[in-house]
């Protein structure tokens, strides 16, 4: 069958779905950019960069550009007559002729990043990351996998509660930070090596749980997990994939992320592994003598985001073979902790931080639909006797792991499971509070009491700037003060994502429904006694009746049914796309000339995508810095002059002039005649010693 622009077959039985909405990309006619400066050849790249692989060329700063369009009027023929008559009306109105410049100037970076912009979307609408972060559908998934984990991890720590409430609280305390080191003096490595975790604050399937690095963006969750379950004894197990955010910005690997595969039990996990490195030496082809590598490689088949591996059209084919490379830890999760101030420590703020933390859990819990028996008011209500304290670090635990939200940290939540595993949010850091902090206070009160100035440096390494400490206490303060205003909001939030989302991905749905109905019908024939045959191509079955044929289509040609869903979501995926202000897409680079090159410079804008020119800044601290040097230079010279004038004087007359230099360098070049007279009278010939005698060797 033929296939539309995204390689997606498109039905020919029956009524014709529309193909899918796709950006119509102007063609441009190629055209060589020059630097007005001085062009020069640069030498061939050995590795092409990102960008390229939407646009050809980069964009033209607004002096380069115009230099180009007067070269391109001179290609065009222009003759002399006409280039005279053109210099004479720039020259009676050159207002009129810069703001011309200007203006196509604007309309030609807006038409650039534009292109590029639809460009990165008909590269990327296809791509796992890229439907879950603009398609609403895939949004309301991500947000339903995010209230699944939380809804687990609540009933994890029901459990342990439940089994030793005692050990869950000592193993929950957060008063036994102690800092080794000044705060003036620069670590050398992490905190956290030095102290115990408090295990009651990670997270209970770390032990279960891989991290998979660097991988394309063209490589899906479910390649991923194909991939693993091939090098797995039990293929039928389970395994949950949370991938990261992607890296815009990353010069090297732009819109590269990471992902972690939660496995059902350790176990799986070390059987994964020790396959996947057996793989790897076989690979090799020698066998180590003590493999210990900490990072493994294994390959993922990724020719068809959908899992199509042959083309739907009359003329046969296959997908072009494709696979990529990723990389997988085998250690464990490193966990960072870190030890808060004295101020923030203090006990004074035990009891109001608690009031505060138990409200946020409660307005969390009813947001993220957490079942009842499991909610923080419920798991704390036998708690009751327990001090302030206990309470207080049992709540920051249960907020961290069920909820995902960092108290201490700026009050903040994440959406992303796998950004906080990778320690790249707020949430990935556990603090503890200082111990001792009240006794520290109280001897700064005491140090500042006596007028001493600045407070005596202590041996705990606490800061002694008691600005530095207020300020810490105010901004904690306000973080709290927002995120207790915010707990309204989430209370009232009855959907997933928001209304509009919820919607749209309902309506989605629908289509859904409708879309697997419409291509079951167009690809199957039934003949006259009712027998129904398969209409691809490539497998022409026949069946007893429609019913065989659906259940065929489903099992056997499932990865076309997922391709022809998949168009769904494109409208409403084009529609975010068009509404965001600022885009995962890599900066464009800029050609400011030969004085600085290629400059990167970020597209911005929701209906007009546009990028700055950088090169009028660039210029403008060029321009400062050679003043800059002008200014050093005439500030040295009045110096040298300065010093000689003062040497003058001390001397009360003209400085007499140095002494010459003597020049010992010899030019052997330089060839002189010179007469030497020889003489012979007085010569001393050397008297030669007597030889020894040798002795004779005797024969025996």
């Not at 200082?434 to 006794?439: F, W």
Request: hydrophobic share 30%; charged share 35%; with cysteine.
């Amino acid at each position: 069958m033929p296939v539309d622009e995204f390689g997606r077959e498109i039905p020919v039985y029956g009524a014709k779905r529309p193909p899918s909405p796709r950006y119509d990309l102007p063609v441009e006619e190629p055209r060589s950019y020059r630097s007005r400066r001085a062009p020069s050849e640069s030498p061939p790249r050995r590795r092409s960069r990102p960008i390229e692989r939407y646009v050809q060329e980069p964009m033209l700063c607004q002096f380069v550009w115009k230099d180009q369009v007067q070269r391109d009027q001179e290609d065009q023929g222009r003759g002399s007559e006409g280039e005279s008559i053109v210099k004479q009306e720039k020259e009676q109105q050159p207002g009129p002729v810069k703001d011309e410049y200007k203006e196509s100037y604007d309309e030609y970076r807006q038409r650039y990043c534009l292109n590029y912009v639809r460009q990165f979307f008909n590269e990327h609408m296809d791509d796992s990351w890229f439907r879950n972060r603009y398609s609403p559908l895939g949004r309301k998934r991500i947000v339903e996998q995010h209230l699944e984990r939380a809804s687990a991890e609540a009933q994890v720590v029901r459990r342990d509660l439940e089994r030793d409430p005692e050990l869950f609280m000592r193993c929950a305390s957060l008063g036994s930070g102690i800092k080794e080191r000044s705060a003036g003096l620069k670590r050398k490595h992490d905190d956290s090596k030095d102290m115990n975790v408090p295990t009651s604050h990670v997270l209970s399937f770390t032990n279960r749980v891989v991290r998979l690095m660097d991988i394309p963006p063209h490589v899906t969750e479910n390649q991923l997990v194909t991939a693993l379950l091939d090098h797995s004894s039990n293929p039928a197990i389970q395994i949950q994939v949370f991938s990261g955010s992607v890296r815009a910005q990353d010069e090297t690997n732009p819109l590269y992320r990471d992902a972690f595969c939660v496995f059902e039990s350790p176990e799986i996990k070390q059987d994964i592994l020790s396959s996947i490195q057996k793989a790897s030496v076989e690979s090799e082809g020698h066998v180590p003598r003590k493999d210990d590598r900490k990072v493994l490689e294994f390959d993922v088949e990724c020719s068809d985001p959908y899992g199509r591996l042959e083309v739907e059209d009359e003329a046969g084919g296959t997908v072009p073979h494709r696979k990529a490379s990723i990389f997988i830890a085998t250690g464990n999760l490193p966990q960072r902790v870190v030890v808060l101030s004295a101020a923030v420590s203090s006990k004074d703020r035990i009891a109001k931080d608690k009031e505060a933390a138990c409200l946020m859990a409660r307005a969390l819990d009813l947001m993220h639909k957490i079942p009842n028996d499991c909610r923080l008011d419920n798991l704390i209500e036998p708690l009751a006797i327990c001090s302030n304290e206990d309470i207080l670090d049992v709540s920051i635990a249960y907020l961290r792991r069920v909820h995902l939200f960092s108290f201490y940290n700026g009050c903040v939540r994440s959406d992303n499971f796998a950004d906080v595993l990778s320690g790249n949010h707020p949430t990935s850091t556990i603090h503890l509070r200082l111990k001792g902090a009240d006794d520290i206070l109280h001897k700064a009160k005491e140090g500042t009491a006596e007028g001493n100035g600045d407070i005596a440096k202590l041996t705990d390494g606490e800061e002694s700037n008691s600005k530095a400490t207020d300020l810490l206490v105010m901004r904690l303060d306000e973080s709290i003060r927002k995120a207790s205003e915010a707990t309204k909001d989430w209370v009232t939030n009855d959907g997933f994502v928001n209304p509009t989302v919820d919607a749209e991905a309902s309506e989605i749905e629908v289509l859904e429904k409708q879309t697997k109905t419409e291509w079951i019908d167009h690809h199957g024939v039934v003949d006259s006694d009712g027998r129904a045959r398969c209409s691809f191509h490539f497998c022409r079955k026949l069946f007893k009746d429609m019913n065989f044929l659906e259940k065929h289509l489903r099992k056997k040609h499932s990865e076309f049914l997922k391709a022809e869903i998949a168009k769904c979501h494109d409208s409403y995926m084009m529609r975010a796309w068009d509404g965001e202000e600022c885009r995962p897409v890599p900066s464009i680079l800029v050609d400011c000339g030969s004085n600085f090159g290629l400059v990167p410079s970020q597209v911005v804008g929701s209906t007009s995508p546009i990028a700055e020119d950088p090169e009028p800044e660039l210029w403008k601290k060029e321009e400062e810095r050679r003043k800059r040097l002008t200014e050093q230079e005439a500030q040295r010279h009045q110096h040298r002059h300065r010093r000689l004038n003062d040497q003058n004087d001390h001397n009360d007359g003209p400085l007499s002039a140095p002494p010459p230099r003597r020049n010992n360098f010899v030019d052997v070049d330089d060839m002189k005649e010179e007469k030497v007279a020889l003489s012979f009278e007085n010569v001393e010939v050397p008297v030669q010693p007597p030889k020894k005698k040798k002795k004779k060797k005797k024969l025996l």
